[in-house]
């Protein structure tokens, strides 16, 4: 009889603690501001704000692929496209989807957004670039901090 109280009390300490609900919020804006920090590196062709957070073992989903690019490519490949790239308009176009899990390690920003403004081609020459496109970013709370451990992404025809 006194064996069912004592095998729910050591269920009980084996579950993840909850995180109470004022911490998720804060880490919710944690995560809102990281995507704010992440667009205005963008007007600034900031790859550093961008990767700094950037996990080895990072994950990437696209164009019918699954990925795993190793960050040296990454930040080659981020540095390049800001580079050559000056946006006019890189926004929002409805308020992003942002959770953090109950037990507050992981969590992801869901993001639609349009983008205007002009990129130098392979000739030299500066060509418009437009886009609509919408993602998710995976976060990973590790030390302490949040990491971006993958993403999903689509883009509008």
Partial sequence: MVRGPAVLCALFLLLP???PSA???SEEKELLALHEEFKAAHFRGDAGTILERLA?????????????P????????????LGRTTFSEYRDLRPPIVRVSDDGTLGW????LQA????VGP???EEPLEFVCAWIYLFEKRTGKWVTTGDVSTFRP
Avoid: C, N, P
Avoid at 74 to 81: A, C, T
């Fill in 123 to 125: 000739e030299g020459a």
């Fill in 70 to 81: 190793e960050k040296k490519d990454m930040v080659s490949r981020m540095e390049d496209y």
């Fill in 116 to 119: 205007r403004g002009v990129q």
């Fill in 17 to 19: 603690a909850a995180v």
């Fill in 23 to 25: 911490a998720l919020e």
């Fill in 109 to 112: 920003v869901i993001v639609e």
């Fill in 56 to 68: 080895e073992d990072y994950v990437r989903v696209g164009r019918g692929e699954v990925t795993r």
